[in-house]
């Protein structure tokens, strides 16, 4: 079975363009959270997301939006790109509600 | 608000020499731990969960225990192929099952 892959792998952009991220999560897992991992540091949670509804955000500005469609994939929007933003974007899909996460490998956003 | 701390940053081992990485945390309640090996332009990759203190889980060269501020993750005989980073993360009982709050990381090297 396929585990939970990412889309682009890498992206470069430039400071104030937008970026939207994708995400298929393992067959039949109804969750997807979304983590931002900077260089050297772990990852921080952005969103999750159950059933196509949002069940949890973390500590991102409005320019980060998700949403989750009817076959449980994932897209990750980030709007008015920051130098900041640049990071290792990570998607996780888990069973159910409390199940452990399986990560994809992620998509490394370059913003110059 | 939640909080892991992870020692040391970085652990340079001969192969066969044994040791142990420190995970310690605040969480207002903690529903789980979670240890992660995490290669390099890759995903984390589950290894274990800890629900309560007490709790021990062994897999293969790893042996990873919880008590209530701490968890370590004990490492036998290791191998080069074990050269990775191990990351700790918790998930609090009042948060989303997707969130966990993770640990900086710990930065592992066994030498041949």
């Known amino acids: 079975d396929a585990g939970v892959t990412q889309s682009p792998t890498h992206l470069i952009k430039t400071r104030g363009q937008h970026v939207t991220l994708r995400c298929s999560p393992i067959s039949g897992h109804k969750s997807v959270s979304w983590y931002q991992q900077v260089l050297g540091q772990g990852p921080q949670f952005i969103f999750q997301y159950y059933e196509k509804e949002e069940r949890g955000r973390g500590n991102f500005p409005d320019r980060f939006s998700a949403r989750q469609f009817p076959n449980y994939s994932s897209e990750l929007n980030v709007n008015a790109l920051l130098l900041g933003d640049s990071a290792l974007y990570l998607c996780a899909s888990s069973g159910g509600y409390n199940e452990k996460l399986f990560f994809g490998s992620g998509t490394q956003l370059s913003v110059l | 608000e939640d909080q892991v701390t992870q020692s040391p940053e970085a652990l340079r081992l001969q192969e066969g020499e044994s040791s142990s990485l420190n995970c310690s945390y605040t969480v207002s309640g903690l529903r789980g731990l979670f240890w992660y090996r995490q290669d390099p332009g890759k995903g984390p990759e589950f290894l274990f969960t800890l629900y309560s203190a007490g709790e021990e889980k062994e897999k293969e060269r790893l042996k990873a225990t919880l008590t209530k501020k701490e968890s370590f993750l004990h490492i036998t005989a290791p191998k080069p192929e074990d050269s990775a980073t191990y990351l700790c993360?918790?998930?609090?009982?009042?948060?989303?099952?997707?969130?966990?709050?993770f640990g900086q990381g710990t930065i592992l090297t066994v030498h041949p």
């Open positions: 993360a918790v998930q609090a009982v009042d948060t989303s099952y997707g969130k966990l709050t």
